[in-house]
């Protein structure tokens, strides 16, 4: 994606030294574009748990780059493996939902494995895996775009070429990933091909994820976009101004429920009753393929109650941190939610579109059947 009109991805090696990971610090978006250097694997640990990152996708591939951080540090002994294994294991502990996280570290820890020969091969590898992770993550968004982009073009040409009006929650979007998002993929390929297209985009509390950086994002694209707060969805639908909800998701079982921001079940719910479809687009690495029942089983994350009772915004130039609730009173604050597969009108995927039941993903996917 551009970034006033450069290209940029959201991780990579430093151009100067690729011994060196770079991000883009999500914390201070839109205000600021701030470039974060990170070099030891406490400091990837810290920006994937505070958030300087976030998002399935990306969240994987920082991960993979945190293993290979972990092999350039690691002592160059029979101990090399056993660290690997231990900042492996810190590094599933910083974010418990996303089922990305752990599938990165353990491919890596896989690969490095595999290797025969000395430790400098070993860190070969971890860095190869580190790339490809990140590759692939954008080539599977990308594909999503090409695949999700059939169900805005039907909805345009059942409104005579009127603007689709698509609702969508948090950010799911480059900033999600390594390029181009998962459920913005389809939005960014319909734009291009100038199919009218205008998004709600909630502003998805506490974080306001969706109003600080889907918002940033689809303006650096020129994607027409408008910030709603996060009630309003049903109200749109209701009047007949939303054709379409597109979320993305941080872990979905194989039988298709959906873990998501916080407040996606209720969009959910609210699409089910007004006849709206629901979809979400994910790419094959945020499946899991173990659970079964997701409303029982994906563990949901409670982050510090601070992020809900304080608010961030710029204020006279600067940014600054307000207080919204009587400073004694407690917070809690869950951070996902799940919406179960009979509210899920499909899955669009790096392989196709499918039904959100255990058929329709084995269909894709049926190396998976056990």
């Known amino acids: 994606m551009n970034v006033n009109g450069k290209h940029y991805r959201t991780i990579w090696l430093s151009e100067k030294d690729e011994n060196i990971v770079q991000i883009i610090d999500q914390r201070h978006l839109p205000h600021k574009f701030i470039i974060e250097d990170l070099k030891t694997v406490g ?3 810290r920006a994937i748990k ?5 998002g399935a996708g990306l969240v994987g591939a920082t991960a993979g780059f945190g293993m290979y951080i972990s092999a350039l540090n690691a002592p160059k002994n029979d101990s090399f493996l056993s660290q690997l294994a231990t900042d492996g294991e810190q590094l599933k502990a910083t974010r418990p939902t996303a089922v990305n996280l752990a599938w990165a ?3 890596q820890l896989e690969a490095i494995s595999a290797v025969d020969g000395n430790i400098n091969a070993k860190i070969a590898m971890a860095k190869e895996t580190a790339l490809a992770i ?7 968004c990308r594909r999503l775009g090409e695949h999700g982009i059939s169900i805005i073009e039907e909805i345009s040409k059942a409104k005579n070429g009127n603007t689709v009006n698509i609702l969508t929650h948090c950010n799911a979007g480059w900033l999600a990933f390594v390029d181009y998002g998962s ?8 734009h291009d091909k100038g199919i009218k297209i205008h998004i709600w985009v909630d502003e ?4 306001n994820q969706g109003a600080r950086i889907t918002a940033w994002e689809l303006g650096q694209h020129g994607v027409p976009h408008t910030v709603i707060a996060d009630n309003v969805g049903g109200h749109l639908m209701q009047h007949g101004l939303v054709d379409l909800v597109l979320t993305g998701t941080d872990r979905t079982t194989h039988t298709g429920d ?3 921001k916080i407040g996606t079940y209720l969009k959910a719910l609210a699409a089910k009753d007004n006849d709206i479809p629901f979809y979400t687009a994910l790419p094959s690495s945020t499946f899991d393929w173990v659970m079964k029942d997701g409303v029982k089983e994906i563990p949901i994350e409670q982050r510090d109650g601070e992020e809900v ?3 961030q915004g710029k204020y006279n130039g600067e940014t600054v941190k307000i207080l919204l609730t009587p400073e004694d009173s407690p917070a809690a604050n869950y951070a996902f939610d799940v919406t179960p597969s009979r509210l899920v009108t499909g899955l669009i995927t790096e392989r196709g579109i499918c039904d959100a039941s255990e058929e329709g993903v084995l269909g894709l996917y049926p190396e998976k059947k056990k």
């Open 134 to 140: 990140a590759d692939e993550d954008a080539d599977f």
């Open 50 to 54: 505070d958030m300087h990152i976030r």
């Open 258 to 260: 959906v873990g998501n």
């Open 105 to 107: 570290v353990d491919r």
């Open 43 to 45: 400091e990837v640990a």
């Open 309 to 311: 009772k304080y608010i």
């Open 183 to 190: 459920a913005t993929a389809p939005m960014y390929a319909a």
């Open 204 to 207: 998805t509390r506490p974080r």
